[in-house]
């Protein structure tokens, strides 16, 4: 399984950033897709997910409103899109890929998802 994350970057508070995630060596369409984030000397935090289907969508409340994940099964990509960036949005960004449906419990949990990408660096500056 390979997760390939891009979109970072540098912008300035009040920007918006694309992340993209390609995944190869699963049954993309079979399973929830997350992204989680880490902050320096933070542990992994859960940002979005997202059904296989793409119709639930889930979000952790400081970007509730202001992020959007959303899936492309034929492309095997799953997207964030990231509005109105603050400082406190700086981090390094992870796909995760479940490979099966995640329990709503689970879905926000890194150990629901197996597969993990390498991580994308969004730094917002203020």
């Known amino acids: 399984v390979q997760l390939q994350a891009s979109g970072g970057g540098l912008v300035q508070a009040g920007g918006s950033l694309r992340l993209s995630c390609a995944a190869s060596?699963?049954?993309?369409?079979?399973?929830?897709m997350g992204w989680f984030r880490r902050a320096p000397g933070k542990e992994h935090e859960f940002v979005a997910a997202i059904r296989a289907s793409g119709g639930n969508t889930f979000y952790t409340d400081s970007v509730r409103g202001r992020f959007t994940i959303s899936r492309d099964n034929a492309k095997m990509t799953v997207y964030l899109q990231m509005n109105s960036l603050t400082p406190e949005d700086t981090a390094v960004y992870y796909c995760?890929?479940?490979?099966?449906?995640?329990?709503?419990?689970?879905?926000?949990?890194?150990?629901?998802?197996?597969?993990w990408g390498q991580g994308t660096q969004v730094t917002v500056s203020s």
């Open positions: 060596g699963l049954t993309f369409s079979s399973g929830t």
């Open positions: 995760a890929a479940a490979g099966q449906p995640v329990i709503s419990s689970r879905f926000c949990l890194p150990k629901g998802y197996p597969h």
